[in-house]
């Protein structure tokens, strides 16, 4: 028994130190991110934010237009989407998109929200 708890500790111990240095090194890796792609980053944790916001509200209070918080959920998460694939355009260091102009990726990113909020609001009734 006391050697199954020595083992456990070790463990505990070892898996502590190996998530610490996890942390360690992607915190160290995102510090050389370029700061346009940290602002696309902080604007889709923004997004899924407001997202889970609906949700829980809806969950308290209850969902009585229910068109109206998928519309807001949805236009939420769409947007969180379309911010990723404006980041994975911009990315320099991606290799598919390197012909790609960043205004040509930002004008499409504008264009998709356009649609995504026109069909949101049509779905609102």
């Not at 991606?94 to 609001?121: I, S, T, Y």
């Amino acid at each position: 028994m006391l050697m199954f708890r020595e083992l456990e500790f070790k463990m505990a111990k070892s898996s502590t130190s190996d998530a610490q240095a996890l942390f360690r090194s992607l915190r160290s890796a995102y510090a050389a991110t370029p700061t346009n792609l940290k602002i696309i980053d902080l604007y889709v944790v923004y997004a899924i934010t407001t997202a889970v916001i609906q949700v829980v509200y809806m969950g308290i209070v209850g969902s009585f237009p229910f068109n109206s918080f998928l519309a807001g959920v949805l236009s939420c998460l769409g947007t969180a989407v379309l911010a990723v694939c404006l980041r994975i355009q911009v990315n320099k260091e991606n290799k598919e998109f390197k012909d790609l102009p960043p205004e040509r990726a930002f004008a499409d990113f504008v264009l998709c929200n356009l649609v995504l909020h026109l069909v949101v609001m049509n779905f609102l009734g």
